[in-house]
C-alpha cells in the first residue's frame, strides 16, 4: 500500500496534469476506470503519451492494450507510468513488449523541513520577452529541440497555477524553474541549468524559491519527480523520497 504522503504527492501530480492538456488543442488526459489515457500529439516526453496506473487493478492490466495501441495510432511512442507496488501493471506493460525501464524518484519536503541556499543569483518570474531566451536555455540543458519548449511556453505562461522563474548571474540567465500551485501543493518542474553553470546552486537556489512561495500561497508540501542529476541537490535541500515510479516503453530503436 502506498503512503499518505505518496498518495497525495501522486494526487497532486494528476492535476497538474490535468490542467496542463487542458491547454492544449489536441491534447487528452482522460480518467479510464484504473488507467489515465494520456495524449499530447508532438511531445516526446515520457509520461506525456500513454497510461498511468492509477490502481493496480485487473481492470487497469486489462485495459492497457488498448490504451497503448490508441498512442501508437495516433502516432507518437508510448509509456506506461506505474508507482511502487503495481506489480499486475508492470507485469501487463512488459507482455505488450515495453520492456524498457526508467525509474523516477518521487519526492516531498513539507514547510518545515527546506533547507535555504545561499546561491548568488537574483531570482524574479519570467516576463514575455525572456521566453525565447528561456527556452533556448531548457533545450541545452535538456539536449532537447527548442520547438519542444516553445510549444509549451504560451500555454504555461498564462496559466494561473504556473509560475515561471528565471535566475540571473552578471545579467544572463542562467537556471531556470516551474512552479505549479493548485489544490494544496506545490510541484517543482523543469528545473534546469546548462552546464557551463551548473555547480553553483542556481538550480537549488531556484528551488527554494518556488517552494517559499508555493508554502506562503498556502500549500501543504512540495513535491517533484527528480532526475538522477538532480536527487542529490533535492536531498540537501530537504526533499525525501516517498515513492520510486517506475516507467516502460519500447526499447530505443536502432
Not at 120 to 139: D, G, K
Request: aromatic share 8%.
Amino acid at each position: 500500500m502506498p503512503s499518505s504522503e505518496s498518495a497525495a504527492l501522486h494526487q497532486a501530480l494528476e492535476a497538474v496534469y490535468e490542467r496542463l492538456y487542458a491547454g492544449f488543442e489536441g491534447a487528452r488526459f482522460e480518467r479510464r476506470g484504473d488507467l489515465i489515457f494520456a495524449l499530447l500529439p508532438g511531445v516526446p516526453i515520457p509520461q506525456c503519451n500513454g497510461a498511468w496506473v492509477s490502481e493496480d487493478s485487473v481492470d487497469a492490466a486489462d485495459k492497457l492494450a488498448d490504451v497503448v495501441a490508441e498512442v501508437e495510432a495516433a502516432g507518437e511512442w508510448p509509456w506506461v507510468q506505474t508507482r511502487s507496488g503495481q506489480g499486475r501493471g508492470r507485469r501487463a506493460a512488459v507482455a505488450l513488449g515495453l520492456t524498457h525501464e526508467e525509474r523516477v524518484p518521487a519526492m516531498l519536503v513539507l514547510p518545515g523541513e527546506v533547507v535555504e541556499t545561499d546561491a548568488a543569483v537574483e531570482i524574479e518570474l519570467i516576463v514575455e520577452s525572456e521566453i525565447e531566451e528561456t527556452n533556448a536555455l531548457l533545450a541545452a540543458s535538456f539536449e532537447a529541440p527548442v520547438e519542444l519548449f516553445s510549444r509549451f511556453s504560451g500555454a504555461v505562461h498564462a496559466m494561473p497555477e504556473a509560475r515561471w522563474y528565471v535566475g540571473r548571474s552578471g545579467g544572463a540567465i542562467v537556471s531556470t524553474a516551474l512552479g505549479f500551485t493548485c489544490e494544496g501543493s506545490t510541484g517543482v518542474f523543469n528545473v534546469a541549468t546548462p552546464s557551463e553553470h551548473r555547480g553553483r546552486g542556481h538550480g537549488a537556489a531556484l528551488t527554494a524559491r518556488v517552494l517559499r512561495d508555493g508554502f506562503e500561497a498556502g500549500s501543504e508540501f512540495g513535491y517533484l519527480q527528480s532526475s538522477a542529476i538532480g536527487h542529490g541537490v533535492y536531498r540537501r535541500l530537504g526533499f525525501r523520497d516517498v515513492d520510486e515510479y517506475t516507467l516502460f516503453t519500447r526499447p530505443p530503436q536502432g
